[in-house]
């Protein structure tokens, strides 16, 4: 079992940055690949970023590519997301995800994941 718990959301004026921490329980964390996603006002929930358990490789969907970086540090048991250049869409509920679904673990793929954080609110003002 693993519980998700978000952080560092906040009111931003567009161009600005803000880092996400995901902050996780249990002894599995570090075999848990990761994943953050968005859901926007009136908007289904989006992939937005991704991570392996070792943190060797990464994903991240195009509208973010250059913008946001995940990363984890599996010492502290947490993920991050850190958000620079924001914008107006950016604005949404971000939630961190674990899986444990191994080899089959599809990055982009919420139903790839098996643990939900709560979420926390990302506002972009323009």
């Known amino acids: 079992q693993v519980q998700l718990v978000e952080s560092g959301g906040g009111l931003v004026q567009a161009g600005g940055s803000l880092k996400l921490s995901c902050a996780a329980s249990?002894?599995?964390?570090?075999?848990?690949?990761m994943g953050w996603f968005r859901q926007g006002p009136g908007k289904e929930r989006s992939f937005v970023a991704a991570?392996?358990?070792?943190?060797?490789?990464?994903y991240c969907t195009d509208s973010v590519k250059g913008r946001f970086t995940i990363s984890r540090d599996n010492a502290k048991n947490t993920v991050y997301l850190q958000m620079n250049s924001l914008k107006p869409e950016d604005t949404a509920v971000y939630y961190c995800a674990a899986s444990n679904r191994g080899t089959t673990w599809l990055p982009g793929s919420a139903g790839a994941y098996d643990y939900w954080g709560q979420g926390t609110q990302v506002t972009v003002s323009s």
């Open positions: 991570i392996s358990t070792s943190g060797g490789r990464t």
């Open positions: 249990g002894r599995t964390f570090s075999s848990s690949p």
